[in-house]
């Protein structure tokens, strides 16, 4: 029969037990981690939508600019000062965002005024410099 000292049974305790706590930690990490990513890639996802929102508002812009007032469209002070909110000046373009873009603004400012930082020579028969910011809010998991 075998006869197991006491401390023996101790020590192996111990061990498992710093084992089970290493374990435990490193498992910690992980779902640190993973959850972490998964965050970095919403807010990332939400970043690159909100940019090609921006860039469909300046495209919108320019066709409006381009289209001129006789035809529907706008002049170059139509959308000053705060800008112009899409979605609440147009609700066919505010249709295809999705869901974590917020607005749209567009400011439109006239070519011969400070904001307009023409650093090469602007072509003839351009009116404004247009600027295009979107909001987009992030909902974490």
Not at 21 to 31: G, T
Not at 43 to 61: E, K, T
Not at 78 to 85: A, E, I, Q, V
Not at 131 to 137: I, K
């Amino acid at each position: 029969m075998l006869k197991v000292n006491s401390r023996k049974r101790g020590v192996a305790l111990m061990v498992v037990l710093a084992t089970l706590s290493v374990v435990v930690i490193l498992a910690n990490v992980v779902l640190s981690i993973i959850s972490s990513q998964s965050r970095l890639t919403q807010h990332q996802v939400g970043r690159i939508q909100a940019y090609y929102a921006a860039l469909a508002g300046m495209n919108y812009a320019y066709e409006m600019l381009r289209r001129g007032p006789a035809a529907g469209g706008w002049i170059a002070t139509s959308c000053p000062g705060l800008g112009c909110t899409l979605t609440l000046l147009d609700p066919q373009f505010a249709a295809t965002f999705p869901p974590s873009i917020l607005d749209v603004r567009i400011i439109l400012i006239p070519v011969d005024e400070p904001g307009c930082n023409a650093a090469t020579p602007v072509p003839p028969g351009i009116t404004a410099c247009i600027r295009s910011t979107a909001t987009y809010l992030i909902t974490p998991p």
